[in-house]
């Protein structure tokens, strides 16, 4: 078998073009962040890394960005706490794992993986799923860990307007406005297709909500067979309509290219029940679709050894 | 328009022949519990109910009947605690509800309702979904309320075992090996689908676990342009394969009939993972599938104004 050219694809989240505040300072910083963190996961699968662990990697350095909005920089909930949902998948077998809830584990995706890991399970909440991941060794955090000043006032201002915000501002897509979520998906050299994605959630969410980032088949999902793909936007949409294993159906059961099935979901199917938002999906072809209804959406990808591309607005 | 003749299906689980203890006594109290309850949800789709309002009150019952693992009766977890999911999906706009985790509702397929009804979100989980559900006014009951010796004496079992057992003995189908779930789906009147599924979930589950019934698209989904679905088995593999939303899937995407969509999830694609289970399906044109790849699973079903049906084995 012949190598597969190895393709990486993230996303730090959707929204509306901050009109207010243009700003090429931040803007810049946004593409640093992404040329930085999409370079980090491609040098990886060049060295024969599996899409599974560049994805986790990938979106272990975005949680770390306070830029985004999952792991520390992470929204607040309508009680001012943290609820971290995360979700990996791996193509070639269909084994996936998954956290919902989770405040005190510092890296939310690492303990999707190690759900997934484990296998007895696929998606552990709250509780159970921290003292799982604590017996595992992975790092644990209080949750203060998460907590920036700059999504305190977010929540202020969600809360004046008595709304749910849907993640930051002075940033280049309007924060209050912004579907705050973190993905990847990557295909490696062996030809094996992942998705991983993690979030904080929304703004002034009510405590216990679950969106669709944790949940296999609505935020996340990965199928050697169909595609990798990971979503950002509102999530109840998403699961409503099961966007990410669309994707995968629209390939397998109606022979769509990769860039038709995406389109069907993230511009018909999604609108159809006023939803918005966006996904990154990639094939074992190597085909790549980053596609989104909204004004723009962080997002970058690397292709074998070329240089990365990084880009926010349409 | 004229009307639809109404179609109403349940089921209580899926699972091995309890070989160790055929009872007819025990097996008469099983067709007895499924042949009054879906001839309640008959009755209301007759006098013109709603698909929506007809499964949550089969469901309803099925949580009520200690025999079935849902609601009274539920399965205990590793820590002797209970935690039950519930979800309900709407065929005509896709509107979905869904509860995860909680142990002092009485009817969670009722909080799935209430969540639903709300709009604002698609999944609550543990005492977020509570406290919402009781700020709607929903019963609140002590975790007690769901305990029954039976389940606690087939938690000792497995715990003996030192293994996750999938749900109750002395039944039809044997209750160490039998995946407790009920659930019901529709075609009412006027041409409308819906789903709905309870679980208190497996025996001996670890603490946080989320199985495939809350997960719309796993264990629950309704589309009226594809199929109403409500799936009961090894939740993990039904997650894994988006397996009740892969049913219109296939409808859609490759003018599948119902049956064979049906046939392809449970006889090809659950195996193909190590999957077992069975679902419940019933399209708008009030075709119906009641299909499982285990031994039996406990069912009934009811066409108009005639006789209801029931049955455990093949």
Redesign the interface.
Known sequence: MTDHIPVIAIHGGAGTINRASLDTAAEARYHAALHDIVSAAQAMLLQGASALDACGKAVELLEDCPLFNAGHGAVFTDQETHELDAAV?NGS????GAV??VSRIRHPVHAARAVMDDG??????????E??AFQRGLEAVDPSFFSTDFRRQQLLRAREQHR?ALDHDGSPLAEDKKFGTVGAVALDLHGHLAAATSTGGMTN???????DTP????GT?ADDRGAAVSCTGS??MF????AA??IT??MR??GQSLQQAAEAVVMESLPA?GGSGGLIAVDRAGNLSLCFNTEGMYRAHARGGELPQTAIFR
């Open positions: 998948m077998d269909l084994r996936a919902a809830g007895a399970h696929v998606l552990l909440g709250g509780a159970g799923a003292a799982f749910v969410k009510r405590v216990g909500r679950i969106g949940l296999i088949g609505a999902y999530g109840e699961i409503r309509i099961a294993y669309d159906a629209r059961h109606a029940i």
